[in-house]
């Protein structure tokens, strides 16, 4: 199964993670929605809207950039009436989205906490429930409906939640929305799923954890490979944490050695909440 002629509407994908999913679906002749907020260039943050167009534009898909802040209603419901009005509906939506802000309590300001809060947990929720009337007509015309949340296995264990107790709330709230939505949609037909990566991945969000080692990083594109390996599978395999190596390696590819940023690297960093 392929994604050609499916429409994907991915936030966050002006850059990084998001954006390396969209180009893996438009190499397959994918419809992609470019939900981001990033419209002018920004020297410290690369990556807008409409560079991202024109990357996808350039794998073999069709691209409808549009400026959202997913905290905010109206917009979110406009993008997804003018995602409907361009490709006919939505097939799948990416939860990419994300804030991050690795600080204890006493160094979290509420500001940062709402920020994190509003786009990962709330940012998930609206999505999705501004999605799910187009997903219910995909899954009646027999298209494989999905959504897939780039967030964490749920574990409670105290080392996940003490040193930065906000941001792990934030991305549970994103797993938490798996675990409900998956049980909730499971009667439409509507696959619901996470997905999080096993090691630290190079993307611009590094910039807020000093002292990362970029070559003890693995590229976006392993998220994006097994993340097209979930969204061609039947949406009737729902409710899954899924790691990016392990969908992999299920379907036969081991040798991850193209997604290392340095070539030849073995000791990686391995990424937050996976035992």
Same mark, same amino acid.
């Given at each position: 199964m392929t994604l050609k002629g499916k429409t994907l509407f991915i936030t966050g994908a002006s850059r990084g993670i998001g954006l390396a999913i969209a180009k893996r679906?438009?190499?397959?002749?994918?419809?992609?929605? =470019?939900?981001?907020?990033?419209t002018e260039p920004n020297p410290k943050l690369p990556g807008t809207i409409y560079t991202a167009a024109t990357e996808i534009g350039a794998a073999g898909?069709?691209?409808?950039?549009l400026a959202v802040d997913i905290r905010e209603e109206g917009a979110v419901l406009a993008a997804v009436a003018k995602a409907?009005?361009?490709?006919?509906?939505?097939? =799948?939506?990416v939860n990419n989205a994300s804030a991050i802000s690795l600080t204890d309590t006493e160094h979290t300001p509420m500001k940062r906490y709402d920020l994190m809060n509003g =786009?990962?947990?709330?940012?998930?929720?609206?999505?999705?429930?501004?999605?799910?009337?187009?997903?219910?007509?995909?899954?009646?015309?027999?298209r494989n409906p999905q959504v897939l949340n780039l967030s964490p296995p749920l574990s409670?264990?105290?080392?996940?939640?003490?040193?930065?107790?906000?941001?792990?709330?934030?991305?549970?709230?994103?797993?938490?929305?798996?675990?409900?939505?998956?049980?909730?949609?499971?009667?439409?037909?509507?696959?619901?799923?996470?997905?999080?990566?096993?090691?630290?991945?190079?993307?611009?969000?590094?910039?807020?954890?000093?002292?990362?080692?970029?070559?003890?990083?693995?590229?976006a594109e392993i998220l994006a490979d097994a993340a097209h390996f979930i969204l061609t599978g039947p949406?009737?395999?729902?409710?899954?944490?899924?790691?990016?190596?392990?969908?992999?390696?299920?379907?036969?590819?081991?040798?991850?050695?193209?997604?290392?940023?340095?070539?030849?690297?073995?000791?990686?960093?391995?990424?937050?909440?996976?035992?």
């Open positions: 679906a438009a190499a397959d002749g994918a419809n992609i929605v =470019i939900a981001a907020k990033t898909g069709q691209a409808l950039p409907v009005e361009t490709f006919g509906g939505v097939d =799948i939506l =786009i990962n947990a709330r940012g998930t929720y609206l999505c999705t429930q501004a999605c799910l009337p187009e997903l219910k007509k995909a899954a009646a015309a027999g409670m264990q105290q080392r996940w939640f003490a040193p930065h107790t906000a941001y792990t709330m934030a991305k549970y709230g994103m797993s938490l929305c798996t675990l409900g939505h998956a049980g909730e949609f499971r009667k439409y037909g509507i696959a619901v799923n996470s997905i999080w990566p096993r090691t630290v991945i190079a993307t611009a969000a590094l910039q807020m954890i000093p002292g990362v080692d970029l070559n003890r990083c693995r590229k949406s009737s395999n729902s409710g899954n944490f899924y790691i990016d190596d392990e969908v992999l390696a299920a379907h036969g590819v081991t040798d991850l050695e193209k997604y290392s940023v340095k070539a030849g690297t073995k000791n990686f960093i391995p990424d937050f909440f996976v035992d």
